[in-house]
């Protein structure tokens, strides 16, 4: 979309730029990573946190504050009652634009590649001394 001279367009989720919140949330912030591998499991099924804590190998406490990061901005949703045991499942707004989440991931584990090539360069570094 064009925006008349002098305005500004912003885009929701799906828009051609993506979502700055779930670029920070995922990519800027510390346990973004485990944020979005809970996102990529929540794909396939609702899970409970326990599963997603057992599925991760993650503290249980931890899958919790992540879900809860997630379930304030939209990203998930629970389903059923409250409490232990209740089942999380992806937003319908994160549903609807999960291209956007996966270009996220590809982009994360390019990161997190290039992160492991450079310690294996610097612990070989550091061992030739």
Known sequence: MI???????????????LDKRLWYLLAGTRGGLNRARILHLLRDRPCNANDLAGRL??????????LDVLREND???TLGNDGYGVLYAL??????????????WRRLGAQAELGKEQSRLSS?????G
């Not at 070989?124 to 030739?128: D, I, P, Y």
């Open 3 to 17: 925006a008349p001279q002098g305005q500004v367009t912003v885009r929701a989720w799906g828009g051609s730029v």
């Open 91 to 104: 937003s319908p707004r994160l549903q609807s634009h999960f291209e956007d989440f996966e270009l996220i």
């Open 57 to 66: 190998s993650l503290d249980y406490k931890t899958v919790r504050h992540h």
């Open 124 to 128: 070989l570094k550091t061992a030739r």
């Open 75 to 77: 990203c998930v949703m």
